[in-house]
């Protein structure tokens, strides 16, 4: 296969679709899996758990749906998404973010290193402080697989938007963010995350603004951001 720009958003085109697909098909599976864990908050609402200790929840979820309507393998690749398979076209990195209702974003995903190709060695600059550092993703734009060959690393996240109060969900969104291979195409697509900046140092963590590359600017018609829920 010769991996050509064409070729790769191609390729996250289909991808995203049949994860639509996939997600749209089972919404109500999607819904009632995310919500479950009300269903023992008593046994482990006083135990302190995180916000991040929700999206592990959506993860499995997740993970339950893809493994049932596809023929996707898992991939134990110590470096990836939290979840990652495998098929003989890409490799399909997918992440849950969760966010509280009045804490989200609507137009920007927090990710990190191990989670986009997206960003190989970029140089960033700090608009408050004039700070310059560095982006630098973590996971391969190629993966050299020894029985597919060469073959893209693709990247999807599930954006799972809940109520403060009673945890139940009010929003589902799947995004591709673009292989780094396309940098040239899109651009610089980041803004500062959580991370610390350290001059000249790469940041851990960083921001996605989705309106940067929403639109796709080689395979037309389609998004990369589509609602799942409502």
């Not at 020894?146 to 073959?151: C, L, M, P």
Request: proline share 3%.
């Amino acid at each position: 296969m010769v991996l050509t720009k064409q070729k790769i958003e191609k390729l996250e085109k289909e991808f995203f679709e049949k994860i639509k697909e996939i997600l749209l098909e089972n919404k109500t599976e999607l819904v009632k899996g995310f919500n479950s864990k009300e269903n023992i908050k008593r046994d482990y609402s006083n135990l302190g758990y995180k916000e991040n200790d929700v999206e592990k929840g959506a993860e499995r979820v997740i993970q339950s749906i893809i493994c049932k309507n596809t023929d996707w393998e898992v991939n134990s690749a110590p470096i990836s998404s939290d979840l990652l398979f495998e098929t003989a076209e890409a490799m399909i990195n997918i992440d849950a973010k969760t966010y509280k209702e009045k804490h989200q974003e609507h137009n920007k995903i927090n990710v990190g290193a191990n989670q986009i190709s997206y960003g190989q060695h970029m140089p960033m600059k700090s608009l408050g402080t004039g700070t310059k550092y560095t982006w630098k993703a973590a996971l391969r734009t190629i993966y050299h697989h020894q029985t597919y060959g060469e073959i893209p690393c693709l990247t999807f996240f599930i954006k799972f938007i809940y109520d403060d109060e009673n945890k139940t969900l009010k929003k589902i969104e799947l995004v591709s963010v673009p292989n780094g291979i396309l940098e040239d195409i899109y651009g610089n697509i980041f803004v500062r995350g959580k991370s610390e900046i350290v001059a000249g140092k790469p940041v851990r963590d960083i921001r996605v603004v989705i309106n940067k590359f929403e639109n796709p600017k080689i395979i037309g018609r389609w998004k990369r951001k589509e609602t799942i829920f409502p």
